[in-house]
């Protein structure tokens, strides 16, 4: 490479990564808009489960042909980019395979194995999309994805083919360059995969096999920061928020919820004869009660926002919903897409109004979910068990419950009717205390 190429590298180097630090920048920010949340303890936990679930891929396995094809993917396209390291030092100073003398026989081991995974990627991937687009498995034809998330899914097989059939492509003309009398390439690297490639070269001259090995190698690496801010407007996000999620993922049991701390406050008062009745009210007498629930993502606390980025829009919370099986108008997949996508359209008006939100006359309740997605709700768990990053879409439905029937007292009809009985008469049933026990009468 001359001088021209190693500078026109830099340059695309920094526009590259520029970008994608942008959107990582406009990311953190986003989901910074949500609530705090305290989610630092128990950090042991914490790294065993970022470990197991998302470096492991222990949930993704349990339905063992996805998994494993899944891992096949994860592991070959995370390990093959350890490549881009060498690619970058080698376009900066014009040099070739520069590792290559320092690591011997471990880099030999190194690309032959990263050739291997390149065909295991191709393979994964190519059944990926036969399951999409001819099997057409029911979570990915289902209609709440449609449009631009049920076409990214596509994209993102298709950019991961070129990407590997281009590394494939530059490492058999490297090796034909290196095999040539006089070698244009020193030796370095072995090619279980590419020395079945490489006769295609034979007959070409030096100089046309040099030509193609540079343009496989620009469109390969132009190919990795393309698809590095590709990221940003897609759910393959999932690659790099899956070991946060999973690390600041909620650690209490299954359904054990949350209480509003200024609710507990006016229950103790009420059972509590002697206590203070101003104890419960704010310091400053001028500050706004705070809200109770969520209508809108800004109510929401930062991890289920994080949540909403990382989603991976696979569809297990929403095949294994009993609520959506029944033909009910609840999609957990959706619940997360859409709160997704309120935050992205939130952040734009942030952008667009320099730092600021102004109001858009919207929320993420009925704008983008309605009432009747969040009744159906039977609160079973079944979406946060399948999910295999740990999401959690029942958290987010039932804060957005807890809006409907504090702020709104837009309950349905028949929790409206328990709740009068709970206060009423001490049971959900419409007994007074007094006949509460003549069922043990009637024989």
């Not at 530059?170 to 090796?175: I, K, P, T, V």
């Not at 006769?199 to 030509?211: A, Q, T």
């Not at 590095?228 to 054990?256: C, D, R, V, W």
């Not at 095949?319 to 029944?326: D, L």
Request: one cysteine or more.
């Amino acid at each position: 490479m001359s001088y021209l190429d190693n500078i026109l590298f830099a340059i695309l180097l920094i526009v590259g990564f520029g970008f994608f630090a942008a959107s990582v920048k406009k990311i953190i920010r986003n989901i910074n808009l949500g609530v705090d949340v305290n989610r630092k303890d128990n950090s042991k936990a914490r790294w065993k489960n970022m470990a197991l679930i998302a470096l492991g891929q222990s949930k993704m396995v349990r339905r063992p042909v996805a998994g494993i094809l899944h891992i096949f993917v994860y592991v070959g396209f995370i390990i093959i980019n350890i490549e881009l390291l060498e690619i970058i030092i080698d376009g900066l100073f014009g040099t070739h395979r520069i590792f290559a003398p320092y690591l011997g026989v471990v880099y030999d081991v190194l690309i032959a194995s990263f050739e291997i995974l390149a065909i295991l990627v191709i393979f994964a991937v190519t059944v990926f999309w036969i399951r999409r687009n001819f099997i057409r498995l029911k979570r990915f034809i289902h209609s709440d994805l449609k449009g631009f998330p049920k076409s990214d899914a596509n994209y993102i097989l298709y950019f991961e083919t070129v990407l590997m059939i281009l590394f494939l492509l530059m490492n058999a003309s490297d090796l034909h360059l290196q095999s040539v009398p006089g070698g244009v390439f020193h030796k370095a690297g072995s090619f279980p995969i590419s020395q079945f490639i490489a006769p295609i070269f034979n007959g070409m001259s030096n100089e046309l096999v040099m030509l193609l090995f540079e343009v496989f190698w620009w469109l390969h690496i132009v190919g990795i920061l393309i698809f590095m801010n590709y990221l940003y407007f897609s759910k393959h996000l999932h690659i790099l928020l899956a070991f946060p999620n999973t690390y600041f993922a909620n650690l209490n049991p299954e359904g054990q919820f949350d209480n509003l701390e200024s609710v507990t406050k006016e229950v103790k008062l009420m059972m509590d004869p002697n206590a203070d009745p101003f104890a419960a009210a704010p310091a400053d007498e001028n500050a706004a009660p705070s809200k109770f629930g969520a209508s809108d993502v800004q109510d929401l606390n930062w991890v289920q926002l994080l949540n909403a980025y990382t989603c991976t829009e696979c569809g297990r919370c929403t095949s294994a919903c009993p609520a959506n099986q029944t033909g009910k108008k609840l999609s957990p997949r959706k619940i997360m897409m859409d709160t997704r996508d309120r935050l992205q359209e939130v952040g734009k008006n942030i952008d667009a109004n320099k730092g600021v939100f102004v109001p858009d006359n919207k929320t993420l309740l009925n704008d983008y979910i309605t009432p009747e997605e969040l009744w159906a709700c039977t609160s079973c768990n079944a979406c946060v068990e399948e999910c295999p990053v740990n999401i959690s879409p029942l958290s987010i439905i039932m804060d957005m419950r807890r809006y409907l029937v504090m702020e709104q007292s837009a309950a349905p009809m028949s929790l409206n009717a328990m709740m009068t009985n709970i206060e009423n008469n001490g049971a959900p049933w419409q007994y007074s205390q007094q006949d509460r026990l003549n069922w043990k009468n009637e024989n």
